[in-house]
Protein backbone atom coordinates (compact mmCIF):
# COMPACT_ATOMS: atom_id res chain seq x y z
CA UNK A 1 0.00 0.00 0.00
CA UNK A 2 2.51 2.09 0.90
CA UNK A 3 4.79 1.63 -2.57
CA UNK A 4 1.05 2.23 -4.07
CA UNK A 5 0.75 5.53 -2.49
CA UNK A 6 4.39 6.85 -3.26
CA UNK A 7 3.66 5.64 -7.49
CA UNK A 8 0.48 8.09 -6.69
CA UNK A 9 2.09 11.32 -5.10
CA UNK A 10 4.68 10.56 -7.15
CA UNK A 11 3.07 10.69 -11.11
CA UNK A 12 0.08 12.82 -9.81
CA UNK A 13 -1.58 15.41 -11.86
CA UNK A 14 0.74 18.03 -10.93
CA UNK A 15 3.45 15.47 -12.72
CA UNK A 16 1.33 15.39 -15.93
CA UNK A 17 0.50 18.69 -16.19
CA UNK A 18 4.11 19.78 -15.83
CA UNK A 19 5.46 17.38 -18.63
CA UNK A 20 2.86 18.12 -20.99
CA UNK A 21 3.94 21.80 -20.64
CA UNK A 22 7.74 20.97 -20.62
CA UNK A 23 6.74 18.83 -23.62
CA UNK A 24 5.31 21.98 -25.80
CA UNK A 25 8.55 23.81 -24.73
CA UNK A 26 10.47 21.24 -25.57
CA UNK A 27 8.53 20.71 -28.87
CA UNK A 28 9.05 24.50 -30.01
CA UNK A 29 12.70 24.65 -29.10
CA UNK A 30 13.30 21.21 -31.07
CA UNK A 31 11.12 22.67 -34.31
CA UNK A 32 13.69 25.58 -34.26
CA UNK A 33 16.76 23.35 -34.04
CA UNK A 34 15.59 21.30 -36.91
CA UNK A 35 14.84 24.46 -38.80
CA UNK A 36 18.14 25.70 -38.15
CA UNK A 37 20.28 22.27 -38.88
CA UNK A 38 17.92 21.71 -42.42
CA UNK A 39 18.87 25.27 -43.47
CA UNK A 40 22.15 24.38 -43.33
CA UNK A 41 21.24 21.02 -44.87
CA UNK A 42 19.30 23.01 -47.84
CA UNK A 43 22.13 25.53 -48.10
CA UNK A 44 24.59 22.93 -48.60
CA UNK A 45 22.39 21.26 -51.20
CA UNK A 46 22.11 24.14 -53.06
CA UNK A 47 25.84 24.90 -53.15
CA UNK A 48 26.63 21.55 -54.35
CA UNK A 49 24.68 21.60 -57.50
CA UNK A 50 25.73 24.90 -58.42
CA UNK A 51 28.55 23.77 -61.08
CA UNK A 52 30.69 25.12 -63.59
CA UNK A 53 31.54 23.78 -67.14
CA UNK A 54 35.21 23.58 -68.14
CA UNK A 55 35.55 23.55 -72.03
CA UNK A 56 38.59 21.95 -73.36
CA UNK A 57 40.19 22.18 -76.73
CA UNK A 58 40.16 19.55 -79.91
CA UNK A 59 43.57 19.25 -78.76
CA UNK A 60 42.48 17.31 -76.11
CA UNK A 61 41.94 13.82 -76.72
CA UNK A 62 39.04 11.78 -75.34
CA UNK A 63 41.41 9.13 -73.30
CA UNK A 64 43.56 12.53 -71.90
CA UNK A 65 40.43 14.08 -71.23
CA UNK A 66 39.46 11.09 -69.15
CA UNK A 67 42.47 11.12 -67.47
CA UNK A 68 42.58 15.14 -66.34
CA UNK A 69 38.64 14.49 -65.00
CA UNK A 70 40.18 11.87 -62.77
CA UNK A 71 42.51 13.88 -61.18
CA UNK A 72 40.43 16.89 -60.85
CA UNK A 73 37.86 13.88 -59.31
CA UNK A 74 41.01 13.45 -56.86
CA UNK A 75 40.95 17.38 -55.64
CA UNK A 76 39.16 18.02 -52.22
CA UNK A 77 37.31 20.73 -54.04
CA UNK A 78 35.30 18.00 -56.45
CA UNK A 79 31.93 16.71 -55.62
CA UNK A 80 31.33 14.74 -58.76
CA UNK A 81 32.37 15.34 -62.76
CA UNK A 82 30.94 14.32 -65.75
CA UNK A 83 32.68 14.64 -68.99
CA UNK A 84 30.24 15.18 -71.94
CA UNK A 85 32.15 14.59 -75.33
CA UNK A 86 31.60 16.77 -78.54
CA UNK A 87 28.84 14.03 -80.02
CA UNK A 88 27.36 13.69 -76.57
CA UNK A 89 26.71 17.92 -76.32
CA UNK A 90 25.90 18.04 -80.56
CA UNK A 91 22.79 15.42 -79.72
CA UNK A 92 21.96 17.00 -76.70
CA UNK A 93 21.53 20.39 -78.09
CA UNK A 94 19.96 18.90 -81.22
CA UNK A 95 17.02 17.57 -78.76
CA UNK A 96 16.96 20.72 -76.75
CA UNK A 97 16.29 22.95 -80.07
CA UNK A 98 15.20 20.42 -82.15
CA UNK A 99 17.65 20.63 -85.14
CA UNK A 100 21.13 19.46 -85.68
CA UNK A 101 23.47 22.76 -85.76
CA UNK A 102 26.00 20.44 -87.96
CA UNK A 103 23.44 20.08 -90.61
CA UNK A 104 23.28 23.63 -91.85
CA UNK A 105 27.55 24.55 -91.05
CA UNK A 106 28.64 21.37 -91.84
CA UNK A 107 30.93 20.82 -88.78
CA UNK A 108 30.30 20.12 -85.31
CA UNK A 109 30.31 23.40 -83.33
CA UNK A 110 30.60 22.07 -80.19
CA UNK A 111 33.61 21.46 -78.08
CA UNK A 112 34.06 18.34 -75.32
CA UNK A 113 33.29 19.52 -71.33
CA UNK A 114 34.28 18.66 -68.49
CA UNK A 115 31.01 19.34 -65.62
CA UNK A 116 31.73 19.67 -62.35
CA UNK A 117 29.80 19.98 -58.94
CA UNK A 118 31.96 21.65 -56.35
CA UNK A 119 31.80 20.67 -52.78
CA UNK A 120 29.38 23.12 -50.14
CA UNK A 121 33.01 24.56 -48.35
CA UNK A 122 34.19 25.55 -51.67
CA UNK A 123 31.18 27.14 -53.58
CA UNK A 124 31.83 30.58 -53.15
CA UNK A 125 33.81 33.27 -55.16
CA UNK A 126 37.02 33.33 -53.41
CA UNK A 127 37.39 29.81 -53.77
CA UNK A 128 36.33 29.07 -57.07
CA UNK A 129 38.36 31.83 -58.33
CA UNK A 130 41.42 30.14 -57.16
CA UNK A 131 40.36 27.12 -58.77
CA UNK A 132 39.25 28.72 -62.17
CA UNK A 133 43.17 29.48 -62.02
CA UNK A 134 44.43 26.09 -61.22
CA UNK A 135 41.90 24.40 -63.69
CA UNK A 136 43.33 27.10 -66.34
CA UNK A 137 47.18 26.33 -65.75
CA UNK A 138 46.37 23.12 -67.89
CA UNK A 139 47.12 24.52 -71.73
CA UNK A 140 44.53 22.58 -73.27
CA UNK A 141 41.47 24.35 -71.31
CA UNK A 142 39.65 26.71 -73.14
CA UNK A 143 37.20 27.94 -70.74
CA UNK A 144 35.45 27.69 -67.13
CA UNK A 145 32.39 28.82 -67.01
CA UNK A 146 30.18 29.21 -63.90
CA UNK A 147 27.17 31.09 -62.78
CA UNK A 148 29.13 34.06 -60.73
CA UNK A 149 25.80 36.30 -60.03
CA UNK A 150 24.14 33.50 -59.23
CA UNK A 151 26.63 31.80 -56.23
CA UNK A 152 27.08 35.40 -54.93
CA UNK A 153 23.20 35.88 -54.97
CA UNK A 154 22.83 32.29 -52.86
CA UNK A 155 26.10 32.60 -50.79
CA UNK A 156 24.35 36.23 -49.80
CA UNK A 157 20.69 34.95 -49.01
CA UNK A 158 22.21 32.09 -47.28
CA UNK A 159 24.02 34.15 -44.49
CA UNK A 160 21.12 36.47 -44.23
CA UNK A 161 18.75 33.14 -43.77
CA UNK A 162 21.13 31.52 -41.11
CA UNK A 163 22.09 34.89 -38.95
CA UNK A 164 18.31 34.92 -38.49
CA UNK A 165 17.53 31.67 -37.85
CA UNK A 166 20.77 31.66 -35.08
CA UNK A 167 18.64 34.82 -33.51
CA UNK A 168 15.18 32.95 -33.63
CA UNK A 169 16.87 29.70 -32.14
CA UNK A 170 19.08 32.23 -29.28
CA UNK A 171 15.69 34.62 -28.34
CA UNK A 172 13.94 30.69 -28.26
CA UNK A 173 16.02 28.77 -26.08
CA UNK A 174 16.17 31.69 -23.80
CA UNK A 175 12.07 31.53 -23.61
CA UNK A 176 11.78 28.30 -23.33
CA UNK A 177 14.35 28.17 -20.45
CA UNK A 178 12.20 30.96 -18.63
CA UNK A 179 8.90 28.82 -19.64
CA UNK A 180 10.67 25.49 -18.02
CA UNK A 181 11.58 27.73 -15.35
CA UNK A 182 7.81 28.89 -14.30
CA UNK A 183 6.51 25.75 -14.48
CA UNK A 184 9.08 24.23 -11.68
CA UNK A 185 9.35 26.76 -9.62
CA UNK A 186 5.28 26.90 -9.40
CA UNK A 187 5.20 23.02 -8.51
CA UNK A 188 8.31 23.47 -5.96
CA UNK A 189 6.07 26.87 -4.77
CA UNK A 190 3.39 24.24 -3.72
CA UNK A 191 5.91 22.39 -1.55
CA UNK A 192 7.60 25.53 0.05
CA UNK A 193 5.98 24.55 3.65
CA UNK A 194 7.04 20.67 2.93
CA UNK A 195 10.43 21.80 2.76
CA UNK A 196 10.62 23.97 5.78
CA UNK A 197 9.70 21.69 7.58
CA UNK A 198 11.90 19.01 7.07
CA UNK A 199 14.31 21.58 7.70
CA UNK A 200 12.78 21.66 11.45
CA UNK A 201 13.36 18.30 11.99
CA UNK A 202 16.75 17.73 10.82
CA UNK A 203 16.27 17.04 7.27
CA UNK A 204 20.33 18.19 5.43
CA UNK A 205 19.75 19.83 1.90
CA UNK A 206 21.09 17.17 -0.14
CA UNK A 207 18.33 14.83 1.54
CA UNK A 208 15.65 17.32 0.71
CA UNK A 209 16.26 17.97 -2.62
CA UNK A 210 16.86 14.25 -3.98
CA UNK A 211 12.99 13.25 -4.53
CA UNK A 212 12.26 16.95 -6.04
CA UNK A 213 15.27 16.27 -8.44
CA UNK A 214 14.21 12.99 -9.56
CA UNK A 215 10.72 14.07 -9.94
CA UNK A 216 11.45 16.64 -12.27
CA UNK A 217 14.34 14.81 -13.77
CA UNK A 218 11.70 12.28 -14.75
CA UNK A 219 9.90 15.23 -16.26
CA UNK A 220 12.51 16.04 -18.30
CA UNK A 221 13.06 12.43 -19.44
CA UNK A 222 9.34 12.12 -20.04
CA UNK A 223 9.05 15.45 -21.74
CA UNK A 224 12.05 14.99 -23.94
CA UNK A 225 10.44 11.91 -24.93
CA UNK A 226 7.19 13.17 -25.89
CA UNK A 227 8.61 15.74 -27.95
CA UNK A 228 10.85 14.06 -29.88
CA UNK A 229 8.33 11.21 -30.67
CA UNK A 230 6.38 14.35 -32.58
CA UNK A 231 9.07 15.85 -34.27
CA UNK A 232 10.06 12.25 -35.56
CA UNK A 233 6.46 12.05 -36.71
CA UNK A 234 6.48 15.08 -38.13
CA UNK A 235 9.75 14.29 -40.35
CA UNK A 236 8.80 11.20 -41.63
CA UNK A 237 5.26 12.70 -42.74
CA UNK A 238 7.57 15.38 -44.68
CA UNK A 239 9.69 12.42 -45.98
CA UNK A 240 6.53 10.15 -47.40
CA UNK A 241 5.00 13.35 -48.55
CA UNK A 242 8.28 14.47 -50.68
CA UNK A 243 10.93 11.96 -50.70
CA UNK A 244 13.84 14.05 -51.93
CA UNK A 245 13.68 15.74 -48.63
CA UNK A 246 15.71 13.06 -47.30
CA UNK A 247 18.54 14.90 -48.80
CA UNK A 248 17.81 18.02 -46.29
CA UNK A 249 16.39 15.83 -43.37
CA UNK A 250 19.36 13.48 -42.70
CA UNK A 251 19.09 11.01 -40.42
CA UNK A 252 22.14 12.62 -39.01
CA UNK A 253 20.05 15.73 -39.01
CA UNK A 254 17.08 14.14 -37.03
CA UNK A 255 19.13 12.45 -34.52
CA UNK A 256 21.03 15.99 -33.87
CA UNK A 257 17.58 17.17 -33.00
CA UNK A 258 16.18 14.23 -31.05
CA UNK A 259 19.32 14.32 -29.28
CA UNK A 260 19.95 18.00 -28.33
CA UNK A 261 16.05 17.82 -27.56
CA UNK A 262 16.66 15.03 -24.70
CA UNK A 263 20.08 16.69 -23.41
CA UNK A 264 18.54 20.16 -23.12
CA UNK A 265 15.19 18.54 -21.22
CA UNK A 266 16.90 16.38 -18.72
CA UNK A 267 19.45 18.87 -17.70
CA UNK A 268 17.27 22.08 -17.66
CA UNK A 269 14.41 20.61 -15.82
CA UNK A 270 17.22 19.27 -13.46
CA UNK A 271 19.10 22.90 -13.23
CA UNK A 272 15.80 24.76 -13.00
CA UNK A 273 14.30 22.21 -10.03
CA UNK A 274 17.85 22.66 -8.35
CA UNK A 275 18.02 26.63 -8.43
CA UNK A 276 13.94 26.83 -7.28
CA UNK A 277 14.47 24.26 -4.30
CA UNK A 278 17.55 25.99 -3.08
CA UNK A 279 15.70 29.39 -3.18
CA UNK A 280 13.44 28.15 -0.71
CA UNK A 281 16.10 26.23 1.34
CA UNK A 282 17.58 29.90 1.71
CA UNK A 283 14.44 31.37 3.62
CA UNK A 284 13.42 31.55 6.74
CA UNK A 285 10.11 30.61 7.93
CA UNK A 286 8.59 34.11 7.76
CA UNK A 287 9.84 34.79 4.38
CA UNK A 288 7.47 31.90 3.29
CA UNK A 289 4.85 33.74 3.63
CA UNK A 290 5.57 36.87 1.28
CA UNK A 291 6.62 34.87 -1.37
Given at each position: ????????????????TSSIS???????????????????????????????????????????????????????????????????????????????????????????????????????????????????????????????DLIDS??????????????????????????????????????????????????????????????????????????????????????????????????????????????????????????????????????????
Amino acid sequence: MIMVKRADNFFNMQFITSSISTTLVLLLLGMVVFFVLSANNLSNYVRENIGFTVLVSDDMKEAEALKFQERLNAEAYVKESAYISKEQALKEQTEAMGTDPAEFLGYNPFTASIEIKLNAAYANSDSIAWIEKEILSNKKVMEVNYPQDLIDSVNRNIQRVSMFLIGLAALLTFISFALINNTIRLAVYSKRFLIHTMKLVGASWSFIRRPFLMRNLWVGVLAAMMADAVLLGLAYMLVKYEPQLIEIITPSTLLAVLASVFVFGVIITWMCAYISINKYLRMKAGELYYV
